[in-house]
């Protein structure tokens, strides 16, 4: 194909080259310009042919080029299509990652604050219960004993407040 119309642009070159030009209406009519070098009818009508069947190839090139345009503009269509789902898939990961810090902020703070309020209570629950068996009262009365021998540790609990 591509060899017929290189051999067919290269006929048409050098015709032109030896007519000057050539102008015909149709295969049967007269050429309006005489030719120079004296060109048979035969050779007029081969250059008509072949004239008529170029602009053919270039419709059916133009025919086929806006195939190939209206191919892209669909190619380009789906690829805003997949760029609008990717953008759409982007979001919704933001979302879940959001949604999951949030979700791990919150179980540990709930840890924290779980711990710090389970501390708090058993400490008060142990002083609660050391003070009802009335053992800090006798562990305040030995050491208040104590300090009546040794001048030093009473001096220790005087200091506290426990004397």
């Given at each position: 194909m591509i060899k017929r119309f290189i051999l067919i642009i290269t006929i048409i070159f050098c015709l032109s080259l030896f007519s000057g030009g050539v102008i015909a209406s149709n295969a049967?009519?007269?050429v309006k310009t005489p030719l120079p070098m004296g060109l048979s009818?035969?050779?007029q009508f081969i250059i008509?042919?072949?004239d008529k069947r170029f602009d053919a190839l270039y419709r059916e090139m133009d025919k086929r080029f806006e195939q190939?345009?209206?191919r892209f503009e669909q190619v380009d269509k789906r690829f805003e299509q997949v760029d609008k789902r990717f953008e759409q898939i982007m979001n919704f990961l933001?979302?879940?990652t959001g949604i999951f810090t949030t979700l791990t902020a919150a179980v540990i703070a709930f840890a924290?604050?779980?711990r710090r309020t389970i501390i708090r209570q058993?400490?008060?629950e142990a002083i609660e219960r050391i003070e009802k068996e009335g053992r800090l009262q006798?562990?305040?009365e030995v050491l208040r004993t104590f300090a009546k021998k040794n001048s030093e540790f009473a001096e220790i609990l005087k200091s506290f407040n426990l004397l």
């Open positions: 049967k009519s007269e009818k035969d050779t008509y042919y072949m190939v345009d209206k933001w979302m879940l924290f604050w779980d058993a400490r008060n006798n562990l305040i």
